[in-house]
């Protein structure tokens, strides 16, 4: 009524959105799924394709595109594989199994979804999917240290993180930039952190 709906701009004639329930809108601007993959649109009308780390799940049928702001993190959801996550912070992307859903929504900053049987689930901060335990698995690169003076050798590594329960770490080692793994050490927490409760042993506290 005012005059102020502008004119519509072609952006792009070779990308557009294939599937509506890709669109969101994040901090970074409008992701979309298009026949070429996941694209994104910035606030200056940019296009740049940001899912090339994920193109091998370009045949996914995307449900549901959710901003998870907590976690600085975009998810879509499909129906048929693995949710999609973007860390649009860290500019990496990774993959959640178990995952198929028809639609995911966030409520007062709860993470839902639906899966197929239809059963809906609501995200919790622990690791545990429905009662069976969720396993993480972390890849490092490379790790050269030629530059160290010349040194290349590793005697010891030193693991660092937050207990948060008895839990079993698997580590895998590889040398001399060869995939096949050379050594592989199970550590149980239970071997080396007491959790008993204080004063439970005999005879005091009995």
């Known amino acids: 009524e005012q005059d102020t709906f502008i004119e519509p701009e072609l952006i792009s004639s070779e990308i557009g959105c294939t599937n509506t329930n890709s669109v969101v809108l994040t901090p970074l601007g409008i992701f979309f799924k298009s026949n070429k993959g996941i694209y994104l649109l910035s606030a200056s009308l940019q296009l740049s394709y940001v899912g090339a780390a994920v193109e091998d799940f370009n045949s996914l049928a995307i449900t549901s595109a959710v901003v998870v702001a907590d976690k600085n993190q975009v998810r879509f959801t499909t129906s048929d594989g693995k ?6 912070i860290q500019q990496k992307w990774t ?6 859903a028809l639609s995911a929504v966030l409520v007062d900053n709860t993470y839902y979804y ?3 049987d239809n059963k809906l689930y609501k995200e919790s901060k622990d690791f545990n999917d429905n009662g069976t335990n969720i396993k993480l698995k972390l890849e490092s690169g490379w790790m050269s240290f030629a530059g160290v003076q010349g040194f290349q050798r590793v005697y010891k590594m030193l693991l660092l993180g937050g207990f948060k ?3 079993k770490l698997k580590i895998k080692v590889c040398y001399d930039y060869i995939d096949a793994v050379t050594e592989e ?6 071997d080396f952190i007491n959790s008993s409760t204080y004063g439970s042993e005999s005879p005091y506290g009995s």
């Not at 949710?83 to 649009?88: E, K, R, S």
């Not at 050490?185 to 239970?190: H, N, P, Q, R």
């Open 83 to 88: 949710c999609l996550v973007f860390n649009y």
């Open 95 to 100: 993959t959640f199994s178990n995952h198929k």
């Open 165 to 167: 329960s008895n839990h």
């Open 114 to 116: 639906l899966r197929p």
């Open 185 to 190: 050490v199970i550590i149980d927490t239970k």
